[in-house]
């Protein structure tokens, strides 16, 4: 039996990443496992059933499996809901929620469910994505080690807890006890900037500095998009064409943009994100003078969105001072640079200091709708200063495959494991 063919198989070492979202629009949860299985992990990753539906998919050698992690309601639904909440929620909060420790929304729920997904495939880590899988992830962990099964703990901090504008007090201090718990308890903590650094190591209460892991996009497993954006904004190629690509909402600072756009004569603001997103809809409500000029467009596929974004001549990042804003260098930043787009960005601290450091662009102060016009005549009068600066050495340093290297690494070290890499696969969702 000793030399049997299948006795020297080596086994790949496990994974279990959970998040509670569809994982589909995610691009750093895509990323994670599509290179850590191209590194020779088996990877499954754990989202959220967007519907009653609960379905498997994959990308590269990685399963996705989105079970019912939270309540499954339709947007009339939630609406309703909210309007009544809104109602209550002062009531509530001044009279009773001050005194009390909320419970975790979501959590006996996804841990039931994911509970026997764990204990029958065994991973060597969980890996907990954001601040709300970190309990779920968390006890499970503790579950796997009282069976008897090794397991290590990674929490990935997305973001920081007391930025998170729609956490009421006592929900950001529960979840805030769960994480400085869980995070003493991890074998790696994971964040996404030196700027994001400085706040966790205070606010977690601990000692080890984060490994950095940064959002950056896909460099070598960038495909050609199928789609081109001038044509799809109906425009010619010497047409000044602004673009901004990702969520939006008002702390998004697009409606400032559009707001200069109406003293920016002939420029035009392609924006690429949910066309039925309500804060979408409103601006182009709100703005039916640029309707020849602004371009709601959907999303394109993550792999081929840099070839998508670089016919553009300029990529915004107009949000507004918020403090996970701050500290933050956002997917779209890196997306833009690897697009070759010079960037117009707010000054928020992060962005505008890695803006002047590159000279990859122009600062202009948030919310200023004259001084975000200043910024964006200033770089289409010379792009080619701009784009000169994105040399084959800075484009590889700010992509995801430099960034997969450092993860990989982390993951073999806190495994004690040494996988064989595997032939990387295209990263599509199959």
Request: glycine fraction near 4%; charge should be positive.
């Amino acid at each position: 039996m000793g030399n049997s063919p299948q006795s020297n198989l080596k086994v790949a070492p496990r994974t279990l990443h959970i998040v509670l979202n569809a994982v589909v629009e995610d691009s750093r949860v895509l990323k994670c496992a599509w290179s850590l299985g191209n590194a020779g992990w088996d990877v499954l990753v754990i989202g959220a059933a967007s519907t009653q539906h609960i379905d498997e998919i994959g990308i590269g050698y990685a399963r996705i499996k989105r079970l019912h992690l939270k309540p499954v309601v339709t947007q009339q639904q939630m609406a309703l809901f909210l309007r009544y909440m809104r109602k209550i929620k002062r009531k509530i909060e001044n009279r009773i929620i001050k005194k009390l420790n909320p419970p975790i929304p979501n959590l006996h729920r996804s841990v039931a469910a994911i509970s026997p997904v764990a204990l029958e495939f065994l991973p060597d880590v969980i890996h907990a994505h954001d601040y709300t899988a970190l309990p779920i992830a968390g006890a499970i962990v503790e579950k796997l080690q009282k069976s008897g099964h090794d397991c290590k703990l990674v929490y990935d901090a997305h973001e920081y807890v007391p930025g998170v504008a729609h956490l009421n007090k006592p929900l950001r201090r529960v979840y805030t006890n769960k994480e400085r718990y869980f995070a003493a308890r991890s074998s790696a903590v994971l964040s996404v900037s030196e700027g994001m650094n400085e706040l966790l190591i205070p606010h977690l209460g601990i000692s080890t500095t984060p490994d950095i892991v940064a959002n950056d996009p896909l460099f070598e497993g960038q495909q050609p998009s199928k789609r081109n954006l001038r044509a799809d904004c109906g425009i010619s190629s010497d047409v000044p064409l602004l673009v901004y690509s990702g969520a939006v909402a008002p702390q998004r600072g697009v409606g400032d943009a559009l707001n200069a756009l109406r003293n920016m004569p002939g420029v035009h603001l392609a924006l690429i994100a949910n066309p039925k997103n309500a804060t979408v809809i409103k601006y182009v409500e709100d703005h039916p003078d640029l309707e020849d000029r602004f371009h709601v467009l959907p999303y394109v596929p993550n792999a081929e969105l840099v070839s998508y974004l670089s016919t553009a001549d300029i990529g915004l990042i107009p949000i507004h001072h918020k403090l996970n804003h701050e500290i933050s260098l956002i997917t779209k930043f890196g997306e833009y640079m690897q697009a070759r787009l010079p960037i117009v960005v707010s000054d928020v601290r992060t962005m505008s200091a890695e803006v002047r450091r590159l000279g990859n662009g122009e600062v202009f102060i948030a919310a200023d709708t004259a001084d975000f016009a200043r910024a964006v005549n200033k770089v289409l009068k010379n792009k080619a200063v701009y784009v000169n600066v994105y040399t084959p050495e800075v484009l590889s340093e700010r992509s995801w495959e430099h960034q997969a290297e450092h993860l990989v690494a982390i993951y073999n070290k806190i495994a004690d494991v040494s996988p064989t890499p595997r032939a990387h696969l295209p990263f599509e969702i199959n």
